[in-house]
Structure formats: C-alpha cells, structure tokens
T-cell receptor, first 113, second 112 residues
C-alpha cells in the first residue's frame, strides 16, 4: 500500500492564480517525480528530484516549478495558471538504488477556467 | 530511448487468464521490463518487473522472450477489478539515474 499523498484531489481555479500542488511521502524515499497526464493519454515526466535540494526537468517542458526542501515533501507550483495547464498531475516516489518500483499518489485533477 | 509497442485495447472474461503482449525490439542489455497498471481515476500502481528470467508475484507473471524483444504479462484469473490500463515500460538508463517513460498502454476490459 502506497504511503504517498497528494492534495488537493481536485482543484478548479481562475486564470492568473498562483497554485501549489502538494505531494508528501512517508517511505523515506530519496527520489520523487511529477508526471502530467491528459485524459486517455500517456504520462509525461515534467520534474524529478534525487533528494533534498535536487530538482531536474523532465522530458516534457512545463511552466511549473518544484522545490525539495525536505525529503518527504515535493510541491509543484504554477505562478500564473492558464487553461492550457488543465490536466491531471501525478506525484511518485522511489528509492534511488535503481530499477526500484515507483509508488504513485492518487493525483490532482486541475481545471483552470 | 528504447520504445515499447502494445495493443491499444484487449478484452477478457472474468476468471479467465489474460495475456497482455508487449514488443520492445530495441531493448538494450541493461534495460529492465516494468509493468504498471492504472485503474480509473487513480495513479498507476506497480505490477511486476524483470530483466531476463520469467518472474512471478502475487499479482501476475511476467514471461520474457529469450531474445528479450518481447514480453507478456499474464493475469492468471482476471477479475472485474483488473480492468485498467496496463503499461509496459523499459527502464531508461541504470543506477540512480533511471526513470520510466510511460506510453499509452493497453486498456483491458473484463466482462462479467
């Protein structure tokens, strides 16, 4: 059973607002990820982190930013939300030993009006 | 990056075995084969992974071809709760730099 939590589960906001999507895990995993997924489409890696103070951009360019100040916490921020940001955002974590399984949260469904 | 090819959809009947195929003809010698599944309105969950030998766990079995250019995920007795999108993924690079690239997967429908 995964111990990784995302809040909020659903978010509807207006254009131009600043938002932060929260992701926390209690497994002590060093590596964390953010994926973006549109309905019926594949997941795209947008950010990942090897550990505290480490952040890397993923395969898909994103206007969002992330931070990793604590091992268990990996929030994603959009400074000015736009309708094109409407999507599902999935957070995941894994150990850093390589080829370890990913644990995913339930996701945040973001709708920007 | 090594790519995988899966059928867009498959259908099965409850309590029957399901064989989900995956082709990965450009796999490298160090790539692991991972399978995840995503139930509706949920994040993906790990199913199984392997390198060369067939693997079994409580959820499924993974059969890997001898040349490693294809693999099959086997659900021994499908239940309605197995209806999901199944992703076959190759690990990208090894060690601490590995990351998984998800494709569109196979949508499995299980009929009662």
């Amino acid at each position: 059973e995964a111990d990784i939590y995302q809040t909020p589960r659903y978010l509807v906001i207006g254009t131009g607002k600043k938002i932060t999507l929260e992701c926390s895990q209690t497994m002590g995993h060093d590596k964390m990820y953010w994926y973006q997924q549109d309905p019926g489409m594949e997941l795209h890696l947008i950010h990942y982190s090897y550990g505290v103070n480490s952040t890397e951009k993923g395969d898909l360019s994103s206007e969002s930013t992330v931070s990793r100040i604590r091992t268990e916490h990996f929030p994603l921020t959009l400074e000015s939300a736009r309708p094109s940001h409407t999507s599902q955002y999935l957070c995941a974590s894994s150990e850093v030993t390589g080829n370890e399984k990913l644990f995913f949260g339930s996701g945040t469904q973001l709708s920007v009006l | 990056d090594a790519k995988t090819t899966q059928p867009n959809s498959m259908e099965s009947n409850e309590e029957e075995p399901v064989h989900l195929p995956c082709n990965h003809s450009t796999i490298s010698g160090t790539d692991y084969i991972h399978w995840y599944r995503q139930l509706p309105s949920q994040g993906p969950e790990y199913v199984i992974h392997g390198l060369t030998s067939n693997v079994n766990n409580r959820m499924a079995s993974l059969a890997i071809a001898e040349d490693r250019k294809s693999s099959t995920l086997i659900l021994h007795r499908a239940t309605l709760r197995d209806a999901a999108v199944y992703y076959c993924i190759l690990s990208y690079s090894g060690g601490s730099n590995y990351k998984l690239t998800f494709g569109k997967g196979t949508l499995l429908t299980v009929n009662p």
